[in-house]
């Protein structure tokens, strides 16, 4: 009897482990059996997918790949983490790392960002300003529909426009000087402007995703929250909270039937669970961020690494210069640009420039946007205790620095713990989880260590968060009236002045006051599976081209 | 020697004989506690390093002569963070333990000895209390800390202070029936003199036992409590904040997690065995081999 037992259960577990290893030719999903579950929910079925492993049929229009010198095939699934929940798939609300991750692959923008970082027409036929009449023309492209078979059309640009002037997440950064929206035909719209803002294409590059009016309507925000209707290349058929996001692709795209079944972002909290999963197979794609450790050991296993062209992030100490405290004291800031060896932080976690460098501002020194004069603050600890001490800090004090959860912010934020501990600074370390980031944008007390996104350049940024009434800072900055003067008379010039006046407020900010202190600049680094191919790119600025991914067979 | 004092040392030679003959395992425990506490208390002179100290051209160094054991993501030398790892994780859980073996047990022997509706209130909260798992109380109360050794002890303290409530409870409930007790009340002892005087001594086998399981009970936790981010707090180097911080680098350099994991695993199970063994030497009906 006992034997016959042992031998049912030695039976089964053979079941079991044989199950276990044919896991890669079962498409899965990486979320485990949840995971898997929801593709095929999706529509997802892998190599076991009937168009799995067939080249395109003759007359779809499929776009020829970007990247491998192999047939591309069509069929497949895709699975990229995301660390947690998106707090909103409202294309008006996107804004944090999971949302950028998710939003390329179901929205678009009206412009694009070039890979110098200049805005460029997308969904737009063209895109021209008038300064002297204070109006922008937007004429919108043929052929582009959304996901639920509604034409993109003037009308529908201008229902996203005054939607996001007065919902969107960036409204008080980037829709400051709309004033109204026109239809002129059925393709040309004039964004009538109360001052001229010569950063407004920055803004629409940056964010305002295009949402299709009628599901926003007939769905309600509530609704589309959990259906998000865009004009990309995939849409979404389910958002399982806590498991992820899936997509199946939406066979209309306008640049081209994607070769890809389905794309889902499933949810992979920590780069050792990511890793894991993408070795195994389960995963295809790792975004890594200042990762040099992950990034260099999966190189050496033969995974695919491509650095974004434009740098992504610029991990800044954002000083609360106004609330009563060492911070006022420019000094002080000074002493703690002084105390920071940003350097060394860079050298020894970006890979020795390989990820990332070390930077005076929001920009590299090979963009047209850097300013030479700003030179920043050398790691000299000794300086750092004399302003201490001038300032009457020579005891030290208590400071807080807030970072948003992450590896690479997380180590550098204890890294620059024990830098300023040397010079006196007891310093505690407040993580915040990304969902309630959101909270801290606009004050927080000590220093916040902020990602400040790059993929619009370093012009964009300043002129849109260094202004008084911006949601970024607004109650922390200085805002003294040199630099914001600067930015309000660059953003009505012209380029010239525009870029001269710019690099005056950069200064002031950087080098002058200490406002800001960039500590690390890094690019975007997408890890992708051998089997995967196509520009996966950079996930930030919307570089993907989704529609050309395509994927071996299995 | 007076007669006494010979029977006592018998007594303590007997307890040992019969503590130490549970097996090599009790001894191999014994030795592990005995251990971590010495490294715990000469965690300074046993490196030249400070759990401090970064050089961030050595970050996920491997083991070499420099650093034994490697360094941690940000240069630190891991060998250096588990000495000290040691320190915290010994402070915190005799400091709990402590504190929560002092509240829990004169609360039980209030409740036990007064009884009535005073008993009836203290053990209905003390079984709410317990109803709770312990990983969920202490989450929220270290919410109401910020992240210190001595907030973190006390949270911790608090959530297994109904351990020592309802062990001392049921011991007094049982031991005020007896003649002694009787006795001294009636020739007019005060309650205080006959719960701390008569009461608490004869508990102490139990309480002794009690507290060496929850030792390992409460540095458990506190690792958990780091690991998830809301116990101590980095930099200092606590075991869970390690595991937490080496984690990501589990399949890049494995040591930097694998180790404070180990020495957690060592420690939690060398309190629980001694504690076993404590157990059965001081209640003759429990004897065997481990």
Redesign the interface.
Same mark, same amino acid.
């Given at each position: 009897m006992k034997k016959g037992v042992a031998m049912l259960l030695i039976a089964a577990m053979s079941v079991s482990l044989a199950a276990c290893g044919d896991k890669g030719s079962a498409g899965s999903a990486g979320a485990g059996d949840a995971g898997n579950a929801g593709a095929e929910d999706a529509g997802s079925a892998g190599s076991g997918d009937e168009d799995a492993g067939t080249t395109p049929e003759a007359g779809d229009t499929e776009a020829a790949p970007s990247g491998g010198s192999a047939e591309p095939v069509a069929g497949g699934t895709v699975n990229i983490p995301i660390t947690d929940d998106p707090t909103t798939l409202q294309g008006w609300m996107m804004r944090n790392s999971n949302e950028g991750v998710i939003s390329p692959a179901i929205y678009e923008t009206l412009l694009k960002y070039d890979e110098t970082g200049k805005p460029q027409p997308y969904l737009l036929e063209s895109f021209t300003g008038d300064p002297e009449a204070l109006t922008y023309t937007l004429v919108v492209k043929d052929g582009i529909t959304f996901q639920d078979g509604t034409p993109l059309d003037a009308e529908a640009v201008k229902w996203n426009l005054d939607y996001y002037k007065e919902n969107g997440v960036l409204t008080g950064s980037y829709f400051n000087y709309v004033d109204s929206v026109e239809v002129t035909d059925e393709k040309t719209v004039v964004v009538h402007m109360s001052s001229w803002d010569a950063l407004f294409d920055y803004g629409l590059a940056r964010t305002c995703f295009v949402c299709s009016p009628t599901a926003v309507e007939s769905l309600g925000p509530d609704g589309f929250n959990e259906a998000p209707v865009g004009t990309g290349a995939f849409k979404v058929t389910k958002w399982s909270h806590g498991e992820g996001i899936y997509t199946e692709r939406y066979d209309d795209y306008w640049q081209g039937k994607p070769y890809l079944d389905n794309v889902n972002f499933v949810i992979y909290s920590s780069t050792a669970t990511q890793q894991a999963a993408l070795e195994v197979g389960d995963l295809d794609v790792m975004n890594l961020s200042g990762d040099a450790v992950t990034a260099d050991a999966l190189k050496a296993k033969g995974y695919n690494l491509t650095n974004a062209a434009i740098p992504s992030t610029g991990y800044t100490l954002c000083f609360n210069s106004l609330a009563d405290g060492p911070l006022t004291d420019v000094r002080v800031r000074q002493a703690i640009a002084y105390a920071v060896d940003a350097e060394e932080i860079c050298n020894s976690l970006l890979g020795d420039g390989a990820y990332g460098e070390a930077s005076t501002q929001w920009a590299v020194t090979t963009s047209a946007e850097y300013n030479s004069e700003v030179t920043g603050y050398g790691y000299d600890v000794e300086k750092a205790k004399a302003l201490l001490a001038e300032a009457g800090y020579g005891d030290g004090f208590e400071l807080t620095i807030n970072f948003q959860v992450g590896d690479f912010a997380k180590s550098v934020c204890q890294i620059i713990q024990a830098e300023l501990q040397q010079i006196g600074i007891t310093v505690t370390l407040n993580q915040i989880e990304v969902a309630n980031y959101a909270d801290y944008l606009g004050e927080w007390d000590g220093i916040l260590f902020h990602p400040m996104g790059l993929g619009n350049g370093q012009f964009s940024q300043v002129a849109a968060n260094m202004i008084p009434g911006a949601r970024f800072g607004g109650a922390t900055f200085l805002h003294d009236e040199e630099s914001v003067g600067l930015i309000n008379e660059a953003i009505v010039s012209d380029q010239e002045t525009l870029s001269q006046n710019l690099k005056g407020a950069v200064k002031i900010l950087f080098q002058d006051n200490v406002e800001l202190y960039t500590v690390a600049i890094t690019y975007s680094t997408a890890v992708t599976s051998p089997k995967l191919h196509g520009d996966y790119g950079s996930i930030q600025g919307n570089g993907a081209t989704w529609h050309e991914l395509w994927k071996e067979a299995e | 020697m007076s007669d006494r004092n010979v029977t006592k040392a018998n007594g303590v030679k007997r307890f040992f004989r019969i503590f130490f003959s549970r097996g090599w395992v009790t001894k191999i425990c014994f030795g592990i506690i005995v251990l971590f506490v010495l490294i715990a208390v000469f965690a300074p002179v046993l490196t030249p390093w400070t759990p +401090?100290e %970064?050089n @961030?051209?050595n /970050? @996920?160094a491997g083991p070499g002569k420099e650093h034994l054991l490697g360094c941690d993501? /940000? $240069?630190r030398d891991t060998l250096t963070r588990l000495l000290y790892g040691a320190r915290i994780s010994l402070v915190t859980g005799l400091l709990s333990s402590i504190w929560a073996a002092v509240v829990g047990t004169t609360i039980g022997l209030i409740a036990g000895y007064v009884g009535g509706w005073v008993n009836s209130a203290i053990m209905r909260i003390t079984d709410a209390m317990i109803a709770i798992p312990p990983i969920i109380f202490t989450m929220v109360l270290s919410t109401m800390v910020?992240g210190n050794l001595l907030g973190i002890s006390i949270v911790i303290g608090v959530s297994i202070i109904p351990s020592y409530i309802r062990m001392v409870n049921g011991l007094v409930m049982s031991l005020r029936e007896n003649d002694y007790v009787t006795a001294a009340d009636l020739i007019g002892q005060k309650q205080l003199v006959i719960m701390f005087r008569h009461l608490l001594p004869n508990c102490l086998a139990s309480l002794i036992v009690t507290f060496t399981m929850n030792v390992g009970t409460a540095i458990m936790l506190e690792s958990t409590l780091s690991y998830l $981010?809301v116990g101590i /707090?980095?930099?200092t180097p606590a075991w869970g904040v390690m595991v937490s911080?080496g +984690?990501?680098? @589990?399949?890049? %350099?494995p040591l930097v997690a694998i180790l404070p994991g180990i020495c957690i695993m060592l420690v939690v199970i060398a309190f629980n065995i001694v504690g076993d063994a404590l157990r059965d030497a001081l209640d003759p009906r429990l004897r065997g081999k481990l």
């Open positions: - | +401090y %970064q @961030l051209r /970050i @996920l993501n /940000i $240069g910020t $981010g /707090i980095p930099p911080e +984690y990501k680098y @589990l399949f890049n %350099q």
